[in-house]
């Protein structure tokens, strides 16, 4: 077992002990209950919350090269790495500070100090032997996720770069696609940039860090624990529904962000516009000031899997081969808004002529069927219709 203590900036929160293998947690002494409630330990499962949330802050179980990496640092696990290191994020204020030890928020942080900047090139060069010498106390090691990934620092400020998982990035332009989107309908304060450019040889996302270095991020998990909603059947499970979407309101409302209803329609809008499945909790949360108790809803910030690529194992070319089981499909996964939200916010003005940049982005894409941009064009303005007759009230019948 391997102790630590949990802070927040120089605020001691919990002593614990962590398996280094499985990633198991026990809590060994609470030091603030009152902070400790910022995570959601403030329950008779503190225990299994706290797991969790070690588990999250840490390289993926899905992450495509998290073997690579582990190998070349000699870590038993993911929850092992980030013990390497302090366990820092640039989402908050929380680290991992050793028994004995006298450091302090700003002898460690990476607001106010560099990390190795040879990790991220090894990762997106896919030279994983590069590993040995760098330092595993950079921000990779504790941001979740599946793709391939490295944050970078400019003068211009804080990037996060994810690789493409396709040799020709194709998937790159839905997700470029999905920002579009989001910027035309909801406008520049409800969405995060993204850009698509090359790194290495390799093409990526691009996307600035939506915190300052005063803020935090309480991401969809976290959210579950600070409102007592750790076991919610809908909220925790990934998928979007009806149920789920309900349950990210109390949420929501339960921390006192404002606007919840409009927040919660904006999200589901997206997922139904763009075809994204992925409803994952590490996909939404809150953002706050540090040293204030004053909640707001964060951006929508992960366009990954948008028009066009939510259907698991099933081929590209079956899609277009079979438009109608595709249909099919949409109406059923994709018919669950509620006009009971709020929907003050909806333009379909703003999307006019979408369809055709839905077309154009998709042309150059070589590798994909011809029909391909056609048919997600025709899904998009078919879910338009829905999403226009929901916002208005308007009573959907289906023809026989």
């Given at each position: 077992m391997t102790r630590r203590t949990l802070m927040q900036r120089d605020r001691e929160l919990v002593d614990f002990e962590v398996d280094p293998v499985t990633g198991e947690a026990r809590i060994i002494d609470i030091a603030s209950d009152n902070l400790a409630a910022f995570l959601g330990l403030a329950r008779e499962n503190r225990n299994q919350v706290l797991t969790t949330l070690m588990r999250r802050r840490a390289l993926s179980p899905l992450r495509k090269d998290k073997d690579d990496v582990l190998a070349a640092f000699g870590a038993k696990s993911s929850v092992d790495l980030a013990l390497m290191g302090h366990g820092l994020s640039l989402s908050d204020q929380f680290w991992y500070r050793a028994p004995g030890s006298s450091e302090r928020w700003k002898d460690v942080n990476f607001f106010d100090n560099a990390w190795d900047p040879g990790f991220g090139v090894a990762v997106l060069l896919g030279d994983y032997a590069r590993l040995a010498t760098c330092s595993p106390d950079v921000p990779e090691v504790t941001t979740p996720g599946h793709a391939i990934k490295a944050w970078e620092r400019n003068s211009d400020g804080i990037y996060l770069v994810k690789a493409a998982e396709y040799p020709d990035g194709v998937e790159l332009v839905g997700a470029k696609l999905?920002?579009?989107?989001?910027?035309?309908?909801?406008g520049e304060d409800y969405c995060v940039p993204l850009?698509?450019?090359?790194?290495?040889?390799r093409p990526c996302s691009i996307s600035p860090l939506m915190l300052d270095g005063d803020e935090e991020l309480a991401d969809g998990n976290r959210l579950c624990a600070m409102t007592d909603m750790w076991e919610s059947a809908g909220l925790s499970k990934g998928g979007i529904t009806a149920e789920a979407c309900d349950a990210l309101v109390d949420a929501y409302m339960a921390i006192g962000a404002a606007d919840a209803s409009a927040h919660v329609a904006r999200r589901a809008c997206f997922s139904y516009l763009s075809l994204l499945l992925d409803f994952n909790p590490g996909n939404f949360g809150v953002v706050r000031?540090?040293?204030?108790?004053?909640?707001?809803?964060?951006?929508?910030f992960d366009y990954d899997g948008a028009f066009g690529f939510p259907f698991k194992g099933v081929s590209i070319s079956y899609l277009c081969e079979n438009p109608s089981f595709v249909e099919l499909f949409c109406a059923h996964r994709f018919s669950f808004l509620k006009s009971s939200w709020d929907w003050s916010w909806w333009d379909l003005r703003a999307l006019d002529n979408f369809e055709d940049a839905i077309m154009e982005a998709y042309a150059s894409c070589l590798n994909l069927p011809p029909v391909f941009a056609e048919l997600i064009a025709h899904l998009f303005c078919a879910q338009c219709d829905y999403v226009n007759k929901v916002a208005s009230g308007e009573p959907i019948r289906f023809s026989r």
């Open positions: 999905g920002f579009d989107l989001c910027s035309l309908l909801f850009d698509v450019a090359e790194r290495y040889g000031k540090i040293d204030s108790d004053v909640w707001r809803v964060a951006p929508i």
